[in-house]
């Protein structure tokens, strides 16, 4: 009688009989749904949605199409594209050459080495290190609110590059004003600018850049004389350098509220610099 070898099938936890030396393996053809423990795939085409929670090492060219959720460490070191919704929460390193043409969220700490081309959006929630952080609030006329407040966190190690004000609509009610400042110095940056009026009319900006843009609003942070860009109440900050996480706080105000028209907008700009220390004789 001859012997049939059984194979253990991962996808159906069962052993089987008649798949011996050179026929198909079931991993490589199974189309359900199928949970992969220390398995190693070259040159893998991912076109159905997955669920990545493990630690993984991406070394071969890959292509991935299908939506996609990551939460476990991983590194990749080969060629990829990515053509699927992506969501990405765990730490990664990246040195392959990539592309990336849909929507995808970054919460995790990210290492990107490699080229990389990116055509679609992106949201960056975490601290991204080496690029430019671009985040804004909006503040609504609504009528019924007395106060409205946006808050934007600077985290430790960035460097601030500006806060812009503008106004799409002016607000109706004739006391409103705004203060930009932080924890230290409510308006530390820009002092009772009044939205209702000519301190900052539609198309007009008040930027922290340069004199030019003060508008004549600035806090105590703004000096022109001396050159002075900030605050440095807090040890390890010192002018647009964050060393110690801070926030920037936008405030709206007014006492009758009445109007529903008004809309303003801050943006503040900042990075957190890749750190190279200088070098020493």
Do not use: C
Not at 82 to 89: D, F, K
Not at 222 to 247: C, H
Not at 256 to 269: I, K, L, N, S
């Amino acid at each position: 009688m001859s012997q049939v070898p059984l194979i253990y099938n991962e996808v159906t936890s069962k052993y089987e009989a008649g798949r011996g030396i050179g026929t198909a393996d079931p991993l490589t053809t199974e189309t359900g749904t199928a949970t992969l423990t220390n398995k190693t795939l070259t040159a893998p085409a991912i076109t159905g949605a997955a669920s990545h929670t493990g630690a993984e090492t991406h070394t071969g060219a890959e292509t991935h199409s299908g939506a996609e959720t990551h939460s476990g460490v991983e590194t990749h070191s080969g060629a990829e594209t990515h053509s699927g919704a992506e969501t990405h929460s765990g730490a990664e390193t990246h040195s392959g050459v990539e592309t990336h043409s849909n929507a995808e969220t970054h919460s995790g700490a990210e290492t990107h080495s490699g080229a990389e081309t990116h055509s679609g959006a992106e949201a960056f929630s975490g601290a991204p290190t080496g690029i430019t952080v671009a985040k804004t609030i909006t503040f609504t006329e609504d009528a019924t609110s007395t106060t409205h407040t946006g808050t934007v966190v600077l985290p430790a190690g960035s460097t601030l590059h500006d806060i812009q004000i503008v106004s799409t609509v002016l607000w109706g009610d004739v006391q409103t004003k705004m203060d930009v400042g932080d924890a230290d110095d409510p308006d530390g940056w820009f002092t009772q600018i009044d939205l209702a009026a000519t301190d900052l009319l539609v198309g007009e900006v008040l930027s922290i850049k340069n004199v030019d843009n003060w508008g004549g609003k600035q806090g105590v942070y703004l000096v022109a004389a001396t050159g002075r860009m900030g605050s440095s109440a807090v040890a390890g900050n010192a002018g647009v350098y964050y060393g110690v996480a801070k926030s920037i706080i936008g405030l709206i105000t007014m006492t009758t509220p009445t109007a529903t028209a008004g809309r303003t907008f801050m943006t503040v700009t900042y990075s957190v610099g890749t750190v190279t220390a200088a070098t020493v004789a």
